[in-house]
């Protein structure tokens, strides 16, 4: 079998990073969060006050982006790339409610999406990838091999990430968790640059009453019947 582009898009928190995750390490290809990218540059803009540049003058936010590296760096033992801001791994940090509250605004501004697809455009496909996010199929890779489009409802995502965070420590409600994540997919299916849209070539997957061997048997399948010969 060739080694496949595989295109996640999907529905906030739908578990897009964990299933790319598994079918990365099934099939062996390199795995790329997109999200963390926008995440990553909103925690730039949040440390070095810069929020309110990308609103006065994103040209010259855009230049400062310019002057900081974002990186991926495999993690044998988490197995996936993990990002890292300049040399820092900025990958636990960029989950919390401070950066995940502002980084549906910053992904939408046109120029920063310019930029964050010129990187993962970058990226050596050739021994297969999965990329998730929410424009994969449609902007960054639309001849991908394989698209996927993720969803759940509303409850099922907001109580699986509250569970999740209050697993990892850390004091949040279950309310402003579930208003984040509506925002968040209203914010990202309404801009005008790239909005998350369901490819027409795109398989739906509502996982809410799936788990993640569900879902990687039904992708694993869908692989095998369209792609060995
Ligand atoms: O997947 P995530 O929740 O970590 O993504 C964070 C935000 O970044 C999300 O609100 C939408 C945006 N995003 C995007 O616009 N395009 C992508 N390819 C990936 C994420």
Do not use: C, W
């Amino acid at each position: 079998m060739k080694n496949l582009t595989i295109a996640i898009d999907g529905h906030a928190s739908t578990g897009k990073s964990s299933i790319a995750k598994e079918l990365a390490v099934k099939y062996g290809y390199i795995y790329i969060n997109s999200g963390s990218m926008y995440r990553a540059v909103t925690l730039f803009a949040i440390e070095n006050n810069l929020l309110k540049l990308t609103k006065t003058n994103i040209n010259l936010f855009i230049d400062k982006l310019k002057e900081i590296s974002i990186n991926f760096k495999f993690n044998d033992n988490s197995l996936i790339s993990e990002i890292y801001l300049n040399s820092r791994n900025i990958e636990n940090e960029i989950g919390g409610m401070h950066v995940s509250k502002l980084v549906s605004e910053i992904a939408a501004i046109p120029e920063i999406r310019k930029e964050m697809v010129k990187i993962q455009r970058t990226i050596d496909r050739g021994k297969g990838v999965v990329m998730d996010g929410r424009d994969i199929g449609s902007v960054v890779f639309p001849d991908a091999d394989l698209k996927l489009f993720l969803t759940a409802s509303d409850s099922v995502r907001a109580k699986r990430r509250f569970e999740e965070m209050v697993k990892n420590g850390l004091e949040v409600s279950y309310e402003d968790i579930l208003y984040n994540i509506k925002n968040r997919d209203l914010l990202d299916s309404t801009r005008s640059d790239s909005p998350l849209i369901i490819e027409k070539d795109a398989v739906v997957i509502d996982n809410s009453h799936m788990s993640i061997n569900d879902q990687i048997d039904k992708i694993s399948k869908l692989i095998k019947d369209k792609f060995s010969n």
